[in-house]
């Protein structure tokens, strides 16, 4: 996720009403704390349903946000969206990971999470 596609809307909309820097923080505080609640209730879901499961929830779940954020109408429409983003996308990692564990030895591991980064 990059700030620069997303703040200067953030900062441009009066209805938001959110400065630039405070703009940088909340987007950042925001989307870390999405990222760490998608690895920890994610992680567990992965474990519980299995990678495959959860990479196809993940993909199928950012197609949707990434239509809904290209049809938002405003940036208060857009910004809980792009949050289920962050937290789908860091579901993914998760997801990837356990795929790679069960489809490759060991010593192939870090080369194909390697491919995967």
Do not use: H
């Amino acid at each position: 996720m990059t700030y620069a596609a997303v703040l200067p809307s953030l900062a441009e909309d009066v209805a938001f009403q959110l400065p630039w820097r405070d703009g940088l923080k909340t987007i950042t505080a925001c989307g870390t704390l999405m990222c760490l609640v998608g690895k920890l209730a994610l992680g567990s879901a992965t474990d519980a349903l299995g990678g495959e499961m959860m990479l196809r929830a993940t993909l199928l779940t950012l197609a949707v946000c990434m239509a809904l954020l290209a049809l938002s109408p405003t940036v208060v429409a857009f910004f809980p969206v792009w949050m289920v983003v962050a937290l789908a996308y860091s579901g993914a990692w998760g997801a990837s990971a356990s795929i790679i564990r069960n489809r490759f030895p060991r010593s192939e591991w870090d080369r194909e999470l390697a491919n995967v980064a």
